[in-house]
Nanobody, 119 residues
């Protein structure tokens, strides 16, 4: 199994995008789903996560108030709604699953989707 991320693109500062993350070969339940961002030359940064138990969410400070993570178990998909995009949001966005939002036991990484924010 793996995730398939889509929805990236080239946008201008202040624009919005919605990324999708479809689980292929497994079901989202009972896993937490995390979104990560990677910029060339830097490590992968966890920017958001949603827990299965109660759909509670966490966000990195850099995206708090601008990004919203959600999930729809009926279509086995998680989403990342991004608004107020900034050039520093540029990167490749990945999703992965784990038993919880904290820790580093993430797996089933997708191929990523590129987001470029530029005027």
């Amino acid at each position: 199994g793996k995730f398939v991320e889509t929805g990236g693109g080239l946008v201008q500062p202040g624009d919005s995008l919605r990324l999708s993350c479809v689980a292929s070969g497994f079901t989202l339940q009972p896993y937490a789903v995390g979104w990560f961002r990677q910029v060339p030359g830097k490590g992968r940064e966890q920017i958001s996560c949603i827990r299965d138990s109660d759909d509670s969410t966490i966000y990195a400070d850099s995206v708090q108030g601008r990004f919203t993570i959600s999930r729809d178990k009926t279509v086995n998909t998680a989403y990342l709604q991004m608004s107020g995009l900034k050039p520093e949001d540029t990167g490749t966005y990945y999703c992965a699953r784990a038993w919880g939002c904290l820790g580093d036991s993430w797996d089933y990484w997708g191929q990523g989707t590129q987001v470029t924010v530029s005027s």
